[in-house]
């Protein structure tokens, strides 16, 4: 079945910075993969996702990037703003599956 | 438009007590799931409904069973609690498998 690792568990930059998060994921038939974001108690929300037929998407200050050779996608958000600490889940699947979620990563950004 | 509701959102059990889990979309979702989220950890999956009628088995079902009582509803049970169930319990649906999930905004539930 599919395996998706995230990387890096803990982010800390500083407000304004970019911040880069990646996942690698194991089938190679995989091809959706949404990023969530979850606020502390609170519930993940979808922030942007990408399917295999596109090699990147924006959405403001947000992108996906993905990587169907080696088997990676990264979440890269810019100008980043203190609202934006959070964790951030990756999630891989393929036609008719179930999602698999990354271990996410805890996004903290310092003013 | 709700999306997805849980019921409750905390619970407190005894060891041994059992206990149901509620959750209800209004989207017209094909899709349930129920993910259990411990402190530090992600998302695991406990057990998921492709549609309705269906269910299947997700990475940790020891100790769940699950009921999709019609399109809307998708229920979990613990039939005997015991303190490693003490976790955050999220429902979530989809239109179909490969389709972004909502989640709702969770159970809180510990266990004596």
Redesign the interface.
């Known amino acids: 079945g599919e395996n998706v690792e995230q990387h890096p568990s803990t982010l800390s930059v500083q407000e304004g910075d970019s911040a880069v998060i990646k996942c690698t994921y194991s089938d190679s038939a995989s091809n959706y993969f949404p990023w969530y974001k979850q606020e502390l108690g609170k519930r993940p929300q979808l922030i942007i996702d990408i399917r295999s037929n596109v090699g990147e998407k924006k959405d403001q200050r947000i992108a996906v990037t993905l990587n169907k050779t080696a088997k990676h996608f990264s979440l890269h958000i810019t100008e980043t703003q203190p609202e934006d600490s959070a964790v951030y889940f990756c999630a891989a699947s393929r036609s008719t599956q179930k999602l698999v979620f990354g271990q996410g990563t805890r996004l903290t950004i310092n003013p | 438009n709700a999306g997805v509701t849980q019921t409750p959102k905390f619970q407190v059990l005894k060891t041994g007590q059992s206990m149901t889990l509620q959750c209800a979309q209004d989207m017209n979702h094909n899709?349930m799931?129920w993910y259990r989220q411990d402190p530090g950890?992600?998302?695991r999956?406990i057990y998921?409904s492709?549609s309705e009628g269906t269910t299947d088995k997700?990475e940790v079902p020891n100790g769940y069973n699950v009921s999709r009582l019609n399109k809307r509803e998708f229920s979990l049970r613990l039939e005997s609690a015991a303190p490693s169930q003490t976790s955050v319990y999220?429902c979530a649906s989809s239109a179909?498998?490969?389709?972004?999930?909502?989640?709702?905004?969770?159970t809180r539930l510990s266990i004596l």
């Open positions: 899709s799931y950890m992600g998302l999956l998921y492709a997700g999220f179909n498998s490969n389709q972004p999930q909502h989640f709702g905004d969770g």
